[in-house]
Each structure stands twice: as C-alpha cells, then as structure tokens.
C-alpha cells in the first residue's frame, strides 16, 4: 500500500511542472494579445473618443509605465509573501478591468483603467518565470522557459493580426474582451493546480522610496518624449520634464546603494553575465517591440490598408516566433547559449536591415513579410537561452528580484521605444495635423504632409536598428570566459 501511494505522489509530482506551465500560458496568451492587439485598433479607438496625439499615445503607454514600475515592486513580493497568492490576484484584477475597458465612456475613464489594468498584469507577468522555475528541474528548465517564451510572444505577434479583423468585423472594444476567456481559465485552473511556494523570508522592508523614484522618472521621461512630440524639442515643458527624469535617475542610483533593502539589488550587476545579458533584453526589445508597432501604423497610415490587412503584414512575425522558440529551448541543452543567442541577434539586425528598406523604398510587400519572419526567428534564439542564463545566474534566494530585473528590462524597453517612435512618426509634421493623424485621418494629408509623416517614420526605423546593433555589441562584450561556465 505505502508503494503504491508513492507511486502515486511521485506521477503527481512528474505532471505538476507540465500542468503549472499549461496554466500559466494561459496567462500569458491573455498578457501577449493585450499587449499588442491594441497597436491595431488604436487609431479606430483614436477616432471614437476623439482623443487628442497626446491621449492617444498615454493609451499605449500608461499601461506600459504602470506595468513596468511594478514589476519590480510584485517581484519583492514574490520574494516576501510567495507567488501564487500574488499570480492569481493579478489574474483577477486583470480580468475585472480588460472587461471595464471594453465600456469607458470617455478616454480618461480608459486611461484610468488602462493603469489598473496593468497592475493586473504586472503581477501575473512578474510571478510566470519563477513560478516555471520552481517547479521544473535543471535539465527541462530551457525548455519550459522555451514552451513559455514561445506561447507569450507568439500571442503578442499574432495579437495585431487578431486585432484587426476583430477591429474591423466587431469593433474595438472586443480588442480589450479578447484575453477574458483566458484569464478566466488561468484563475480557475490556478486556484486547482497551482502550490503555495516555499516561505521565504519576510522581514525585508519595502523600498518605497525606490518605487515613487522609478515612478516619476520614467513616467517623467514619457512624458517629456510625449510633448516633444506634439510641442516640439524646444519646448519649455519637455525640456523640464527630462531633466526631472535624469534627477529622479541620479537620486535613485544613490539610494539604491544606501537603503537597507533596495528596491534593485545593485549587486546582481556586479556580475558581468548577468549585467550584459540585461542591457541586451532591453536593446533587444526597444528595437523589435517598436518595428511591430510602426509596421502596424505605417501600413495604416502609409500605405492605406485597413486594420485587419495591417494585422496580416505583421503575422509572418508571429510564424518566426513561433517556428524558432520550441527549436531555441532544444539548442540551448546542445550548445552554449552564448553562441545561441548571438546568433538569434545577428538574425534580428539582418532582418530590420530588410525592414528598413520597405519603409525608404518602397520594395515590395513580400520583403516587408520575409523581414518580418525573420526578425521572429532572431528574437526567439536570442530570448530563451538569454533567459535560461538570467535565471540560472543568480541564487536561488534571489531569483524573484533577478527576474523582476529582467521583466522590467521587457517592459521599460516596450515602454521608452513606444514612446520615442510615438514621438518620431509625427516629429516633422505642423501641430495641427498630428492629432488628425492618430484619429486615421492620415489620408487627408497633402503629397508634401505625407513625405514628412514618411520622414518621422524612416528616422523611427534607423533608431530601432541602430538598438538592435546595441544590443548585439552588448551580448558579445561579455568576458569571453563566461560561455564555459553556462549551463
């Protein structure tokens, strides 16, 4: 009897890792459509709350400004109090507002929800990778972290192409109602599946200090980038709110060192794999979540196709994503995942050279998709052995804080490229157009209008490859010892 039952609780133990990680994508399917779908319909919700560039730009990025502040904040927590009372408490908030969004009555009430939104999905995002960590064994981890990595961002490449049909054959608000049934499984499926963690220690205080800082300074740099795209570089206001943001930065470095429990372990930078492989997530996702974005927008605004033909342009990203992530999580157990991941950035920076050659002449659209498949291959190979490294590079007593680093890396990359790109697309134009052009008025502009709307674009796409060169030289200049000791 007593062999029996361990034979059991030994096959439960086997399938607990693959079930968590069937419950956890569904959080990240609903995280990836969120995400993206938007960038597609945002003209459509532009044009029905009649917002002006700036509240059309704050629609995108006060999710990303929220999500990106918590990270770090939910990571702690993680640390302090466990991960599945603060995974499934997400899922929940999540849920509640994605169906609010769905019914603002005005863009103040949708920028309002679009915050507490994210705090929904700070949490949830911030908990996955620990939570896979935990449960999987050394040996499978790459690949979990792979299955993870592959469903998360193919989720959010497809979710333009989702996005506009749903945009187009049902309205807007059904972008937002598309991750509720998700969600609803994930939390249902979480509450049955998912184990209490381990207790950890909880006498670490809240960095509070840390958390205003991180705040106001990006939410000062987004700001600051949001009205120079609107009133221009000289003025006034901009030039004020970057310079907060450069203070708030200083400040808090200083504090960091100081405090007794920081909100950013500083130490874990010590570690030059950790550090390079960080600063390579946050190049790497500047340049590739903004190409997204401004293929979405240019083939709208450009080009003249619909939503739901511009969500199919950038579909081949999603293909490449989802062709290259199972094939990364195998490479990374056959060879060094240095030498894997260069490769994947190599890839990335020949495709947005593809890219970028639709937007300065015009090639043909075939190219834009081959590009684009591409750069989903490339970021795929890069990111799963990347993570793998991240994860098992730091103790196991920091894990959370380390991958609330990497998290928020994703995050503040999405955020600080959206916002500069936002900025740069209607950067030449006179100020009475660029609100016509978020509304989808973009057709109405004259020949010269639009070869400085053009123009905004082009500049947009050269900084994105110029990020992406970055993040290459970032990864090679780790010592060169380090990939013998990567597992």
């Known amino acids: ?68 502040v918590l990270i770090l904040f939910f990571g ?27 019914f603002a009555p005005n863009v103040v009430v949708l920028l309002v929800l679009r915050v507490f939104q994210a705090v929904g999905a700070a949490s949830v995002v911030t908990n996955t990778t620990p939570l896979i960590t935990e449960a999987f064994p050394r040996a499978r981890l790459g690949q979990a972290l792979g299955a993870n990595t592959f469903i998360l961002s193919v989720s959010q490449l497809v979710g333009p192409a989702i996005g506009g049909y749903v945009t187009v054959q049902l309205g807007w608000q059904y ?71 450069v203070v708030f930065f200083v400040f808090f470095l200083r504090h960091e060192r100081r405090v007794e429990h920081p909100m950013i372990d500083l130490s874990l930078f010590k570690n030059r794999r950790y550090s390079m492989a960080i600063l390579a997530v946050y190049l790497n996702t500047c340049a590739q979540a903004a190409v997204v974005l401004l293929i979405s927008l240019h083939t709208q605004y450009v080009s003249h196709m619909d939503a739901q033909m511009a969500g199919l342009i950038v579909l081949p990203v999603a293909v490449g994503t989802a062709t290259a992530a199972p094939v990364a999580g195998m490479l990374t157990r056959r060879f060094r995942p240095m030498r894997v991941s260069t490769f994947g950035l190599a890839l990335a920076c020949v495709s947005m050279l593809v890219i970028i050659s639709y937007a300065f002449f015009s090639i043909p659209v075939f190219w834009l998709v081959l590009g684009g498949f591409a750069m989903g291959v490339g970021d795929a190979i890069f990111r799963v052995p990347n993570t793998t490294t991240i994860m098992l590079t730091v103790p196991d007593n920091r894990k959370g804080v380390a991958n609330g680093i990497r998290t928020m890396s994703l995050y503040v990359g999405r955020l600080t490229s959206t916002a500069v790109s936002m ?65």
């Open 175 to 245: 972008v937002f109602w598309l991750n509720i049934p998700f969600l609803l499984i994930c939390l249902i499926g979480g509450l049955v599946i998912i184990r209490p963690s381990p207790k950890k220690d909880r006498k670490e205080r809240f960095d509070t200090l840390g958390n205003l800082t991180v705040l106001f300074g990006l939410g000062s740099l987004v700001l600051g980038l949001s009205i120079i795209g609107e009133a221009g570089l000289r003025s006034l206001p901009a030039l004020l709110a970057l310079a907060a943001f």
């Open 1 to 68: 009897m007593d062999d029996i039952t361990a034979t059991e609780l030994s096959k439960k133990d086997a399938r607990y890792p693959w079930l968590l990680l069937v419950i956890t994508s569904f959080g990240a399917i609903s995280n990836g459509l969120s995400m993206s779908a938007l960038n597609i319909a945002l003209p459509s919700v532009s044009a029905h709350f009649q917002a002006s560039a700036v509240q059309t730009s704050w629609i995108l990025l006060s999710y990303l400004l929220t999500t990106a």
């Open 423 to 487: 900025m740069l697309i209607t950067a030449f134009l006179p100020g009475d157009l660029k609100n016509a052009v978020f509304r989808g008025q973009a057709q109405e502009l004259s020949g010269s209008e639009m070869a400085l709307f053009s123009n905004g674009f082009q500049l947009a796409f050269i900084i994105m490859l110029v990020l992406c060169l970055g993040a290459l030289f970032a990864y090679l200049s780790r010592k060169k010892d380090s990939s013998k000791n990567e597992g």
């Open 76 to 102: 702690r927590m993680s640390d302090m109090f466990g991960l599945r009372k603060l995974y499934l408490t997400g899922v929940a908030i999540y849920a509640v507002t994605s169906l609010l969004c769905g």
